[in-house]
Nanobody, 128 residues
Framework: QVKLVESGGGSVQTGGSLRLSCAASGYSDNYGSLIPSCMAWFRQAPGKEREEVATNPRYGTTKYADSAKGRFTVSRDSAKTTLYLQMNSLKPEDTAIYYC?????????????????WGQGTQVTVSS
């Protein structure tokens, strides 16, 4: 059973930084790979729709939402099963629950938000 566990959320002031982690376990696809082909970060603020923050292919370049460009950096560990989100220069509008997602399909194949596996989310609160 695939499990995604996020950690690292918390409360910071404007301009601060946080690093979120997402550890994937139990993953195995039809090709025998233990590494999710695509992992991603999403967020959902109160009263707003969930939005994609960044998608990270197993091999290739991370794609960022405009709101994340220049401030957020996504990476994976050497085993490529833990996804990180380094968030710098945080703003109050970054306040949201941040979710990790993973899928066996390539990032380009996945429809809007249609990832197969999701974490439980971690709260990020940025105060002014």
């Amino acid at each position: 059973q695939v499990k995604l566990v996020e950690s690292g959320g918390g409360s910071v002031q404007t301009g601060g930084s946080l690093r979120l982690s997402c550890a994937a376990s139990g993953y195995s696809d039809n090709y025998g790979s233990l590494i999710p082909s695509c992992m991603a970060w999403f967020r959902q603020a109160p009263g707003k729709e969930r939005e994609e923050v960044a998608t990270n292919p197993r091999y290739g370049t991370t794609k960022y939402a405009d709101s994340a460009k220049g401030r957020f950096t996504v990476s994976r560990d050497s085993a490529k099963t833990t996804l990180y989100l380094q968030m710098n220069s945080l703003k109050p509008e970054d306040t949201a629950i941040y979710y990790c997602a993973a899928d066996s399909r390539s990032c380009s194949e996945i429809g809007r938000g249609a990832f197969g596996y999701w974490g439980q989310g971690t709260q990020v609160t940025v105060s002014s």
